[in-house]
């Protein structure tokens, strides 16, 4: 019995090209086509036969990647999310991993790789290719070496403050606490919003909640 495969892109050329590739797999089929990730949740309602993977782009309209691996394992956790994407951003593979994604590709791999990703999400229930890993080892193991926080490129002090600020604490406070002078905190806190794309400390605190950066 082949193993079935949903595609959730919203790019109907490369959506058909993966279909035709797919069924050129051993033990493959595609169960169904979607053109976002509300289409898909849609069409898996009134489908009888739940996939054994789902292929899902991250930039669709409707409902993104993000959202819809977050609801593909909310309803159905035996379903497993592959992402295929043009998208390397490392932010992005982290939230998706968080989402339930079990595999990261680029829409720039071979046709063998694909093949592999699938054979390796069946048997093993996961796929870590070699850029996969790269950066997921280097987002999830906080400061790296060089004193940076690859997330958002921030350097060890940054971190500090960034920790700190997220408290009840002043900017006087965290000066008194890091050893500096206001003006040097001042100086953290434009450097870390320009960073994190950010414009107040609320919206600050909840991107590094929102990333893992800290835990409240």
Known sequence: MPAYIAIADDHYLVAAALADLIKKFDNYDVLLVAENGRDLLEKLEHSSQLPDIVLLDINMPEMDGFETASQLRQRYPTVRVLVLSMNDREDHLIRMVRNGARGYLLKGCRPSELNLALNEIMTKGFYYSEYFTTQLIRNLTGPSSNGTISVFNLNEREYEFLKLACS?????????????????????????????????????????VKYGLIDL
């Not at 002078?181 to 434009?190: H, K, L, W």
């Not at 870390?192 to 919206?203: A, G, H, I, L």
């Open 168 to 208: 009840d604490l002043t900017y006087n406070d965290i000066a008194d606490r890091m050893s500096v002078s206001p003006r040097t905190v001042d100086g953290y806190r434009e450097a870390v919003f320009q960073k994190m794309n950010v414009k107040n400390r609320v919206s600050m605190a909840i991107k590094a």
